[in-house]
């Protein structure tokens, strides 16, 4: 939770956010040795890529890798780049089953999708950007699981410019839900003191 970064939370944290979206911490969700191998098995066996991108009309390539699952191939456009997912990869499932039982007293969602971006170490982050594509049902919400080297997550209000930060570890969920996407940015933040990698499974709701 934000007042307590390294605590553990069972039930969902009151909203992280001050107005405009709502944002729940669910703390630890996975116990340390069970994200080991979670990790270790995506590292090995996920169809990893370096992602891609379009700015200012030019073509760039990030050290950052991502991969994209899925039920079916879903089409799913970002930075000027359209994607096609590939379809699950059983431990990707099981995480999946796992999340969605923990959303399912306070709000149950069926994910059909996930976004996975591998940072290889804390030279690698993401800029300021909103999950708010076409493709994405309207309103759905967006739960983010984080393993291995623990980093910096922030927000920041796209009026008003306000920032929260957290710091997300090893097993941790959060879901963002409601108008988040509409109104606030969040990135990852680059850290010298980081050297591990991390791997951020984003589950999705893609419009049928």
Same mark, same amino acid.
């Given at each position: 939770?934000?007042?307590? +970064?390294?605590?553990?939370?069972?039930?969902?944290?009151?909203?992280?956010?001050? #107005?405009?979206?709502?944002?729940?911490?669910?703390? =630890?969700?996975?116990?340390?040795?069970?994200?080991?191998? #979670?990790?270790? @098995?995506?590292?090995?066996? %996920?169809?990893?890529?370096? $992602?891609?991108?379009?700015?200012?009309?030019?073509?760039?390539?990030?050290?950052?890798?991502?991969?994209?699952?899925?039920?079916?191939?879903?089409?799913?456009?970002?930075?000027? =780049? *359209?994607?096609?997912? /590939?379809?699950?990869?059983?431990?990707?499932? $099981?995480?999946?089953?796992?999340?969605?039982?923990?959303?399912?007293?306070?709000?149950? !969602?069926?994910?059909?999708?996930? /976004? +996975?971006?591998? #940072?290889? $170490?804390?030279?690698?982050?993401?800029?300021?950007?909103?999950? $708010?594509?076409?493709? /994405?049902?309207?309103?759905?919400? %967006?739960?983010?699981?984080?393993?291995?080297?623990?980093?910096?997550?922030?927000?920041?209000?796209?009026?008003?410019?306000?920032?929260?930060?957290?710091? +997300?570890?090893?097993?941790?969920? =959060?879901?963002?839900?409601?108008? !988040?996407?509409?109104?606030? /940015?969040?990135?990852?933040?680059?850290?010298?003191?980081?050297?591990?990698?991390?791997?951020?499974? @984003?589950?999705?709701?893609?419009? *049928?």
């Amino acid at each position: 939770m934000m007042a307590d +970064l390294f605590g553990f939370a069972p039930q969902p944290s009151d909203n992280l956010l001050p #107005y405009d979206g709502t944002v729940n911490d669910y703390g =630890i969700v996975f116990p340390a040795a069970q994200a080991d191998v #979670y990790l270790r @098995t995506l590292l090995a066996q %996920i169809a990893w890529r370096h $992602d891609e991108a379009v700015v200012f009309g030019q073509h760039r390539t990030t050290a950052r890798q991502v991969a994209w699952y899925g039920e079916r191939a879903f089409s799913y456009t970002y930075s000027g =780049i *359209r994607r096609t997912a /590939l379809l699950w990869h059983p431990l990707l499932l $099981d995480i999946k089953h796992a999340v969605e039982t923990q959303l399912a007293a306070v709000s149950p !969602t069926q994910f059909n999708s996930c /976004l +996975l971006n591998l #940072y290889s $170490d804390g030279s690698q982050g993401m800029a300021w950007h909103s999950d $708010d594509e076409k493709e /994405l049902a309207p309103g759905s919400a %967006i739960a983010s699981v984080s393993l291995g080297a623990t980093r910096k997550f922030a927000f920041k209000h796209k009026r008003t410019q306000e920032k929260r930060e957290m710091l +997300l570890q090893h097993g941790q969920l =959060i879901v963002m839900r409601g108008n !988040t996407q509409r109104h606030w /940015l969040h990135a990852v933040m680059k850290s010298t003191k980081v050297h591990a990698p991390r791997v951020s499974l @984003t589950f999705r709701v893609m419009a *049928r």
